[in-house]
Every structure is written in C-alpha cells, then in structure tokens.
C-alpha cells in the first residue's frame, strides 16, 4: 500500500539514505493514483451505491497520501540538491487541492486521525519547499515570496507557533534583501523539525528535514536536532559530528528524556523532560555515527505524539529558569552578607518578613484585644508592667489594671470577684474568699 511506502521511504530518509527513500516515494506515488486503485470499482458484484462510496473514499485516501509522498520525496530532492525535481514535486502537490475548498483536519484534531486528511501545517511546508527549491535556483523573490506567505497563512490557520515564527522570519530576511539572509534561509528553513535547544519543541507529524553537514564544529552554539515519528518509533537526530559516548550522554527512562552534549568543554543540554506517552527502555537505542546521533525511541502504544517533550514541564522548566534568572540578578545587585553555615537562605530577611507580617495583621475580636494588650505592655514603664502583671496573677485574670500606686495598695486576692452564679475554688476543691457583690447582700 501506499502508506506503508511512506513509511519506509520516511524511514530511509531519516537515516540519510535519500536515494533510497526517493524510489520508495516513487513506488507510493504510482501506487496512490487513481486509475491503479479504481478496479475495485470495476467489479461486478458490487452494487451502483457501494461502488460511488468506495470510489470517493479510495479517491480521498489517495489524494492525501499522494499529497505526502510528492512532498516528502520534494524534501529528499532538496536534501540531495537536486532543486528542479524538488521544485516539481512540491508544485505538483499543491495542485491536488485547493486551500480554500479542502476539508483540513482541525487543529486540535487527535493525532489518530493524521492520514485520513491533511493537516494545515503538512501544505504549509510543502509551500516551504516550494519556497526553497526556488530561492536555490536564483528564481524571482516574487515567487518565493507568495509560497513562504501561504505557508505563514496555513501554519497561522493550523495554530503551530513554530512554523509562525519561521515563516516570518524568512519573509523578513527576503523583503531585507540580504545575501546573508537568503544563505541562511535556504540552509535553515527547510527543516520542518529541526529545533534549536534553545527554542520552544514542536513536531510537524509526517515529514522529513534535511540533515546538517558533517563538518566538525568550533563554535560553542548548542547543537541541533531534529526528530521524526511514525506510529511506532519516535527517531531524533543530534546534528553534530563526530560525537560520541563520552561526548553525547543520553539519558532514556520509562516517562523522560535527556541529552547533553559536551562540546568544545561545555556542556549543553539539548533536550530535558517528560515524554508526552511512555516507552520501551529495552528496546530503545542510541546510534552514533560520524556525522550526527540516532537516538530511537520504541512507543509503548501505537500512535503519533502531539511534541517530543510534554509541553507542561518545557513550561514549568522555563518558569524555574526565569526565577532563577531573577534572583540572579538581585544577588548581583544586592550582594549578600557572608553568613556562616553551609544555607544560602537569608535567615535575617526571612526574620523581616514575618515580622512585617505579622505587623500587617488585623486581628478580630479577643485575638484583637490580646494584640492591644501586648503593644500596651511592650511599650510601657516598669512601674505600668507591674501593675498589669500583679493585677492579672493575683485577681486571677479578672483585673487588668496599669496604675501601679492603685494596684500596690490593692489585695485583690480577697477581693476576687466570680461572675454571677460561680465561684472561686481552689485545688482541693475549697471555696475562697471572694467580694461580695450588691445583689448579694
């Protein structure tokens, strides 16, 4: 079936065997047209309604997947510089269908239903390669620039930020009219799935990239990579020559994810998270050849994933990176005391804190009237301290008096005062002494 040529041929190419992978788009695109599907229409037993149905479901099918091996082997075209072929081939997909008319997947439409319809981002690269074949053969900007504004147009419409991003950044550099720029668009844009570790992760399901020179690097940027999945397999390229065990440390759990490269004495993390599914250690490998890093990832279930990291822990890592930036900066701008202990915590700060807390309180009620009582004796004389201390110990909390000459003279332990209908007892359970009050008399 066609479907499955796909698959190899993205196989293939994803390995770097475009030659391969070429013949193997070729074989899908004869086996997705038309007139060699259409004998099952042809067959007599089938019923006049049956026949119609099948022949649009066929002609639906076949459409989409002859869509997708025109564009890919277009990418393969242009991975192996043949620009003309690669040209042709996006054109022709294009001109299977019509944008304002086809019935796109949503954009939130479950990864199960890729295949069945194209998705906005499958076009909008398509019009990337389109874009690109064209800029290398030194055609008009005016014909690269309609191809990248429909490819901006789509990924806008399919909602993929990424695509966005780079689809203005090349008409940005196409409308400078720079060499520079037009250099750096033809080697960089063209990967759909190609990611700076820098950058926000996304994935384009069902496409291929061009892979980086095998040339050995001096700068100290972070290397790139690239990934690409089928139902089964989740495959990233590490684009870095000449790396290693040593140099490439790969990190594979059930739920995450880790790569670091250490590269001229630095060491860069490319890709740190939680996978969107789970995965088959066991069966999981890591390939290193001269010119970059395979690492394959075996899918617990069948199915394609919506990113190659969950995008909640990419959020919630960039979260901690900017509050780490943030104290960073306060740190320089307001250098610690040395403080003794192994801590880094401000223990005075934290100190000023609750104390400015607890100032900013507002107490209801007795809570209310304790604070009054404490602020009352914080600020007073030693003469008004005892006074309020002798008066609360020796009334047993029924007096609280400030006046230190009134309370000195004053014995209120035999002029305890109970509320109506109690009395004061002791220990042992002996009554005392209390003032008799008016309305016991």
């Known amino acids: 079936m066609a479907s ?12 770097g065997l475009y030659s391969s992978a070429i013949d193997a788009y070729t074989e899908a695109i004869c086996l997705s047209d038309d007139r060699a599907s259409s004998n099952a229409a042809d067959e007599p037993q ?87 074949s064209l ?28 695509l966005v991003d780079r689809y203005q950044n090349c008409l940005e550099m196409l409308n400078d009219g720079a060499e520079q720029g037009k250099d750096k668009t033809t080697s960089e844009s063209e990967k759909p799935v190609v990611e700076d570790s820098k ?10 990239s061009t ?47 880790s790569v670091s490269v250490i590269k001229n004495g630095i060491t860069h993390t490319i890709i740190h998270g939680d996978l969107p599914e789970s995965v088959v250690v066991d069966r ?6 001269d010119e970059k890093v395979i690492i394959k990832l075996k899918k617990v279930n069948d199915g394609e994933w919506s990113s190659l990291i969950d995008k ?42 609750l104390k400015q807390q607890e100032e900013n ?27 309020m201390v002798k008066s609360m110990q020796t009334s047993g909390g029924t007096v609280l008096s400030t006046n230190w000459d009134e309370v000195k003279e004053s014995d209120y332990e035999k002029e305890r005062v109970a509320p109506k209908g109690m009395e004061w007892k002791n220990y042992e359970g002996d009554k005392l002494k209390m003032k008799k009050e008016k309305w016991e008399d």
């Open 4 to 15: 499955s040529a796909i698959s190899i041929a993205d196989s293939l190419a994803i390995d």
């Open 46 to 132: 089938a019923s006049a309604i049956t026949t119609e149905v099948s022949n649009n479901s066929n002609r639906t099918d076949n459409l989409t997947l002859r869509f997708l091996a025109l564009s890919h082997r277009s990418s393969a075209y242009l991975a192996t510089n043949h620009y003309r072929a690669a040209f042709n081939d996006a054109k022709e997909a294009l001109g299977l269908i019509d944008t304002n008319r086809y019935d796109f997947l949503p954009a939130n439409a479950a990864a199960s239903d890729n295949g069945k319809k194209l998705r906005y981002e499958q076009v909008a690269i398509t019009h990337d390669r389109a874009a690109q």
């Open 135 to 162: 800029l290398a053969l030194n055609k008009k900007d005016g014909e690269v620039k309609v191809h990248w504004e429909n490819a901006l147009t789509l990924a806008a419409m399919g909602e993929n930020e990424s």
């Open 199 to 208: 950058a926000p992760i996304s994935v384009a399901a069902n496409t291929i």
């Open 211 to 257: 892979p980086a020179p095998a040339a050995l690097s001096n700068s100290t940027q972070p290397p790139k990579y690239q990934y690409y999945q089928d139902s089964s397999w989740m495959k990233i390229q590490i684009l870095e020559p000449n790396l290693s065990a040593e140099t490439c440390l790969v990190s594979i759990t059930p739920e995450s994810l």
């Open 284 to 289: 999981c490998r890591t390939l290193y050849k």
């Open 312 to 353: 909640k822990t990419t959020k919630k890592a960039k979260v901690i990176k900017e509050e780490e930036k943030v104290e960073a900066q306060k740190e320089k701008d307001h250098p610690s005391v040395p403080r003794p202990y192994a801590s880094d915590k401000d223990w005075e700060a934290i100190e000023r804190d």
């Open 361 to 387: 309180e507002s107490p209801d009620g007795e809570e209310a009237l304790n604070k009054l009582f404490k602020q009352i004796y914080a600020n007073a004389n030693e003469d008004t301290r005892r006074a």
